[in-house]
């Protein structure tokens, strides 16, 4: 007999487990009795149901091969939380994956935050495994988290592993990028890249090299929310099942001690992830999705901000030698050592006093993490030693001065093919948007050589939903074919965080907002880009910056009937509309401002 249904006895609003988040019928008892006789419909003993309750959250999808692997870590996440004495409950979000999300996943990453966050409030879990990989699900996961504020923690699907051709080690999707590259320059051929189609991501798993996803594990466990060597492991490792197993136990730990997101990020967390996104040589992308993620923290948003990046990267050396920066790839970082590896090299400059997911200091995780370091001039060991980095300082860069991207812009410079291209001076050729740009790229008759700077308008959050990653402009066919390999390219899109070159990005506010100076640049302006002195500027007088924003408001004032798509926002339907009306900016971090933790508050739900 249950003392469930003691109608003399009222259910705890604070109540755990299957009490808690009760659906509001009016009557606690009949609502605590309806869930539970539906629960016991999937075969679950009131001995089960006593537990504490894990969700996890399950992102498998068959249109993701980063994901591929998920049904074999639940089985590995459930055993740990068994193991522990705790019932885990698995539950679908939305599943993400670059090439079959159109017109961006970056469009769907807010969506799926909305998805993770009202799943995790609405269902009576008491902690939450979050298992995601591809590029935008761990930010969107932690983002929704955070919001959430229940018990998180997060487990990554793992890197694939690299593959080969002719001998030589290939990736996804740094070589994927190369040798199109190649094959657009006319050295290798069509049954060259035909071979290379097979043989670029030979197992599932997340890209192979440090692109976003990869950044944006090692960040998850530099922020604490990942266990510390959570990050490497290859998705098709035992090692990976057994961290997923581990991350079961945890999962039933934080479900007992309640340490919440919104309690274990400190100031100090995102220091240290942003400490070792410069290391890592890290993708661009993570830039936007930190400030992102710090804005949903009540007690951060605001005060990590495009400024911070920079600072902590003047003092931070490049110590991860793996692809667009480097050589690498992540199955060399996991057998040098992986985070622990890393964090020891990176100590003097990390914040140890930092809580982590296990209830102990990063410190202290550190500490108690047995590994054995590759000898450092070993040539597989990709770790470089703090004294000798592979770059001494500032691997990704913040523009701060100038007039051509007042809110900030962004550049890997540890990824740039051509350094002499860090200060440079040169004419811009514009192209007003991605089908101008590949209507004229390759066009013999385009004047440009190659000390011009290429330009691409209307690519960010609002001029194209979802700022896709067409920062990476092609290099001219003709200029390609006489062995340019990098000019210097500006836009206010983004850039896959497998691709290199001297790119600056995220250039805020965007061409599409009316007050934007990149907007107005026209064909044969002079461009001038300083990385050392963090300077971006066209040289245009105020006066004719002024004229030329004025020509531009009366003819989008015209082309408002036409479609204009700044205009478009406000009648736009569905997500669609909701994301043109809500997207902030990429220096905030491209989130909806209403979920923001400075955005529109809105009452608890009640039984919080
Ligand atoms: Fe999923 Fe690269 S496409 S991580
Ligand atoms: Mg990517």
New binding site residues.
């Given amino acids: 007999m249950s003392s469930d249904y003691d109608l003399s006895t009222p259910i705890d609003p604070a109540a755990t487990g299957l009490r808690q988040k009760l659906p509001g019928y009016g009557d606690a008892h009949f609502s605590l009795f309806m869930r539970k006789l539906f629960i016991k419909a999937l075969g679950y003993s009131e001995d089960a149901l006593s537990r504490p309750i894990v969700g996890v959250v399950n992102t498998y999808s068959a249109f993701n091969p ?1 994901h591929a692997n998920i049904p074999q870590l639940l089985d590995a996440v459930k055993r740990g939380v068994q193991l522990a004495g705790g019932l885990a409950i698995d539950f679908p979000t939305i599943s993400l ?3 079959f999300a159109s017109p961006t996943s970056m469009y769907l990453r807010n969506l799926m935050s909305m998805d993770t966050e009202e799943m995790i409030q609405a269902q009576p879990v008491d902690a939450v495994v979050l298992i995601g ?3 935008k699900t761990t930010p969107a996961q932690l983002m929704g988290g955070i919001s959430a504020n229940k018990p998180i923690i997060h487990l990554v699907t793992g890197p694939m592993m690299p593959g080969s051709y002719q001998g030589v080690r290939i990736g ?2 740094t070589d994927c990028r190369n040798n199109w590259a190649k094959f657009r320059a006319g050295t290798i051929d069509i049954e060259d890249i035909s071979a290379l189609n097979e043989e670029l991501a030979p197992t599932g798993g ?2 192979g090299v440090m ?3 990869s950044t944006m594990a090692c960040l998850l466990v530099a922020l604490g929310v990942m266990p510390i060597t959570g990050a490497t492991a290859p998705a098709v490792s035992s090692a990976r099942l057994r961290i997923a197993e581990l991350t079961g136990t945890h999962a039933v730990q934080l479900a007992q001690t309640q340490l919440r997101p919104q309690t274990l990020l400190t100031r100090e967390s995102f220091l240290n992830a942003i400490t070792v996104l410069q290391a890592i040589g890290g993708s661009t992308n993570a830039i936007v999705h930190l400030l992102a993620i710090a804005n949903r923290h009540p007690a951060i948003a605001g005060s990590i901000t495009l400024a911070t990046v920079d600072e902590v990267g003047r003092r931070t050396p490049l110590l991860v030698d793996l692809k667009p920066s480097g050589d690498n790839y992540m199955t060399d970082f996991h057998n040098a050592g992986g985070m622990p590896a890393l964090l020891h090299e990176l100590k003097p400059l990390l914040h140890l006093s930092a809580m982590t997911v296990t209830g102990r200091t990063l410190g202290d995780e550190l500490n108690h993490t047995p590994f054995r370091p590759l000898p450092l001039h070993s040539p597989a060991n990709c770790i470089r030693p703090f004294a000798s980095p592979l770059y001494p300082a500032s691997s990704l860069i913040v523009f701060t001065s100038g007039n051509l991207a007042p809110g900030g812009a962004v550049m890997k410079a540890s990824a740039s093919k051509d350094r002499a291209l860090l200060t440079h001076r040169g004419r811009a050729v514009v192209f007003t948007s991605p089908a101008d740009l590949a209507a004229r790229i390759d066009d013999a008759s385009l004047e440009v050589d190659a000390s011009s700077v290429l330009i691409l308008q209307n690519i960010g959050p609002v001029g194209n939903p979802g700022m896709p990653e067409a920062g990476l402009i092609p290099i001219p066919r003709k200029l390609a074919a006489q062995g340019v390999v990098d000019m210097l390219r500006i836009s206010d899109g983004r850039m896959s965080g ?1 691709a290199g070159g001297t790119i600056v990005l995220h250039v805020s506010p965007e061409a599409a907002d009316p007050d934007s100076v990149l907007g107005i640049v026209r064909d044969g302006d002079v461009v001038v880009c300083d990385v050392e002195a963090r300077h971006l500027a066209v040289e245009l007088g105020d006066d004719e910056i002024a004229a030329r924003k004025r020509d531009r408001a009366d003819d989008q004032l015209r082309s408002e009937q036409n479609g204009s798509r700044w205009h478009a926002r406000r009648t736009a339907r569905g997500y669609r509309g909701l994301y043109m009306r809500e997207v902030n900016q990429a220096q905030h971090g491209a989130d909806f401002d209403f979920l923001t933790a400075a955005g529109p508050s809105h009452p608890p739900p009640v039984s919080d």
């Fill in positions: 980063c994956h670059e090439s990989g591809c590029d996804a999707c997340t890209c692109g976003t996803a497998t």
